[in-house]
């Protein structure tokens, strides 16, 4: 059986969203670290068709557009697909979504 139209990221797919996100926090300094360990409370969430970096924390529309600003310079640099950044308030609560920019 074969099952068209799924979401089932390859392992190209998930090193492509690694590297976009690992770009991204090289180049901004995310002040929310993360619940669960000395890091940005920042993950990458790969699929066949787009890469989606999600963003946890109160950061102010100023700081989102800077954020933005340096997702879109990466997805030019080092992505083949188009790069969704999501934007939550609280850590690994995919509720309250605040914003979210397609760049492609």
């Given at each position: 059986?074969?099952?068209?139209?799924?979401?089932?990221?390859?392992?190209?797919?998930?090193?492509?969203?690694?590297?976009?996100?690992?770009?991204?926090?090289?180049?901004?300094?995310?002040?929310?670290?993360?619940?669960?360990?000395?890091?940005?409370?920042?993950?990458?969430?790969?699929?066949?068709?787009?890469?989606?970096?999600?963003?946890?924390?109160?950061y102010?529309?100023?700081?989102?557009?800077?954020?933005?600003?340096?997702?879109?310079?990466?997805?030019?640099?080092?992505?083949k697909?188009?790069?969704?950044?999501?934007?939550?308030?609280?850590?690994?609560?995919?509720e309250?979504?605040?914003?979210?920019?397609k760049?492609?």
């Amino acid at each position: 059986m074969v099952l068209v139209g799924c979401d089932i990221p390859k392992a190209e797919d998930q090193a492509e969203a690694t590297k976009v996100e690992n770009a991204i926090e090289a180049r901004y300094h995310f002040r929310v670290m993360s619940f669960s360990s000395k890091r940005p409370a920042v993950y990458e969430s790969p699929h066949v068709h787009y890469s989606e970096i999600q963003i946890f924390g109160d950061y102010t529309s100023t700081e989102q557009d800077a954020i933005v600003k340096i997702a879109r310079a990466v997805r030019q640099e080092v992505a083949k697909k188009p790069v969704w950044i999501s934007f939550y308030p609280m850590e690994l609560v995919e509720e309250n979504l605040t914003r979210r920019e397609k760049i492609e």
